[in-house]
Structure formats: structure tokens, C-alpha cells
């Protein structure tokens, strides 16, 4: 979604549109230009588990959030 995608991420945006976990994950990699393989490493997981993490099978623990 484009509207998404044109936002400076700040929570006030995230709770007014309910923005989930797995988009934000995804806007953010996007917005860096990583691939899931590169914040897969970066946060010390799999790909497969981080690609999870992104279609929202499974959500990040706390701890892997705040890295």
C-alpha cells in the first residue's frame, strides 16, 4: 500500500492505522533497502524464520524487537 509505504514511521501513525507487526517489519527492510536475508543475520535467525516474521506466521519475541 502506497500510503504506507510515503509515511516517516512514528508510533502515533502505527496506532491510528493499526499498522501490524509483519508491515512494519517489512516498511522498515523496505525503506533500508535490506533484504530478508541481511536483517535475517543482522538479528542472528534464520531467513526462513524472519520471512515468518514478515508474512506474520509467527511474531518476533520482545527481545529480537528491540535489536
Sequence with gaps: NNTIK???LDKWYVIRYHIS???ILKLLREKRGLSQ???????GIS???Y??????VVEPS???VKL
Excluded: C, H, Q, W
Design 6 to 8: 510515503n509515511f516517516a
Design 21 to 23: 507487526m509483519k508491515e
Design 37 to 43: 536475508n541481511a536483517v535475517a543475520t543482522y538479528l
Design 47 to 49: 531467513r526462513l524464520m
Design 51 to 56: 520471512i515468518k516474521y514478515e508474512s506474520g
Design 62 to 64: 520482545i527481545k529480537t
